[in-house]
């Protein structure tokens, strides 16, 4: 189930953006970035929320320095090691 979501922004975001239809994309990338950063959803919804494919989302989000894996060192070495 989804539901829609309207938000007042400010014109001045749309002053560094090349239209309105940017700020939109961009403000649903940013919730979406947010919700998965905190835990609430999966990479696929968040994907979803934006309107984009989950590659290229979690790309997107690495991009914005927004850790798309909770490996810590010990999880990695494992994940990498031969065998």
């Known amino acids: 189930m989804t539901s829609l979501l309207e938000i007042e922004f ?3 975001l749309t002053l ?3 239209s309105r239809a940017d700020v939109e994309q ?3 990338f940013l919730l979406a970035v947010k919700y998965f950063e905190l835990g ?3 990479s696929g ?3 979803k929320m934006c309107g984009m494919g989950r590659v290229a989302f ?3 989000c690495s ?3 927004v850790p798309v894996s909770e490996l810590d060192g010990d999880d990695l070495e ?3 090691a031969d065998g």
Do not use: D, I, M
Request: net charge positive.
């Open 10 to 12: 400010p014109v001045t």
């Open 16 to 18: 560094h953006a090349k």
């Open 26 to 28: 961009r403000s649903r």
């Open 40 to 42: 609430e959803v999966s």
């Open 45 to 47: 919804q968040a994907a």
């Open 58 to 60: 979690l790309a997107e």
């Open 63 to 65: 991009r914005s320095g």
């Open 78 to 80: 494992r994940e990498f």
